[in-house]
Structures are given as structure tokens and as C-alpha cells.
């Protein structure tokens, strides 16, 4: 007998051997992003990294921020990008679809809520996009690329 399928995206995985169970996994369970709490645990393993590796410096040390350029964290979460933007010389805005996550990032000056895939800003106004930890959350990841590329200021750069 076949598992239902839960709504929203999800994947069956075959059978183990001999059991006769299916496994079913969902990618992004309702109300996984009412709130900041899951995201957070998340981040807490960061953490215990051995060699400890301060992910957040390095990812925006790789995008290489010059002073004054404008930066989009899209997908922001819980803010943890942007609180670092901040001690930097950028001006830095997030968008998150998810009301819960904007309010735990509700210390950061510039908030969006918006789905990324359909960015409520005009083109050309930000010189680079972060999309950190984030693209594997939509089903098409074609769409937010395009959105994200149409706010970029020509000869800006993408980060993912």
C-alpha cells in the first residue's frame, strides 16, 4: 500500500530493502518557516565546526563587498547575513516570503517581504544579490534568477 503524498513538494524514496514501508520526505513542510526556530537550530551547528569556519564572513568576503555598493539579501531568513552587512560599509536590504523570518530579522533596516521569484523592486537597483542557503527552497529555480538578475545593476555580480 502507497503512502499518500503530502502536499507541497515532496519526493518518494524506495522502499528499504525488506521492510515493505515506503519513506516519504517532505522538502518544505507547512510551517517550516512560521518562525526563525528551525533555521536557528540550523545555524547553531555552525557553531561546532572543526576547524571552526565563520560561514557568514567568509560567504560575504567571497562576493567581495566594495564600500557603497548596494546589496540584496535575498531569502534573508532570520537576518544573520544582514546583522554582518551591517558592520559593513554596504547598504544592504533582505526580502524573505516568510513573515515569522522577517520578524526575527527585525533589527536590520531594510526589510522585504516578498517572494524572490517576484522581486517588488525596479530593475537596476542593487549592484549584488546574495541568494544564501536559499535557491534549493524553490521548485524552479529559473524564475527567482531571472527576478534576481533584473535587479542587478549592469556589470553587477551574483552570489549564490
Request: aromatic share 4%; charged share 20%; net charge positive.
Amino acid at each position: 500500500m502507497a503512502l499518500p503524498r503530502p502536499p507541497g513538494r515532496a519526493r518518494s524514496l524506495p522502499a528499504a530493502s525488506g521492510s515493505g514501508h515506503g519513506v516519504v520526505v517532505a522538502s518544505n513542510p507547512a510551517g517550516q518557516y512560521a518562525d526563525d526556530r528551525n533555521l536557528r537550530a540550523r545555524q547553531r551547528l555552525w557553531r561546532y565546526q572543526d576547524p571552526c569556519l565563520d560561514i557568514v564572513a567568509w560567504v560575504l568576503d567571497l562576493a567581495g563587498l566594495a564600500p557603497g555598493l548596494q546589496v540584496l539579501d535575498a531569502g534573508c531568513g532570520n537576518g544573520e547575513y544582514l546583522s554582518a552587512l551591517a558592520r559593513r560599509p554596504v547598504r544592504a536590504a533582505g526580502c524573505d516570503r516568510s513573515m515569522g523570518m522577517l520578524q526575527a530579522a527585525a533589527g536590520c533596516p531594510a526589510l522585504l517581504n516578498a517572494d524572490v521569484a517576484a522581486l517588488p523592486v525596479r530593475d537596476g537597483v542593487f549592484d549584488v544579490v546574495l541568494a544564501v542557503h536559499m535557491l534549493y527552497h524553490v521548485p524552479d529555480r529559473k524564475q527567482p534568477s531571472v527576478s534576481c538578475a533584473a535587479s542587478w545593476r549592469q556589470g553587477a555580480c551574483a552570489s549564490r
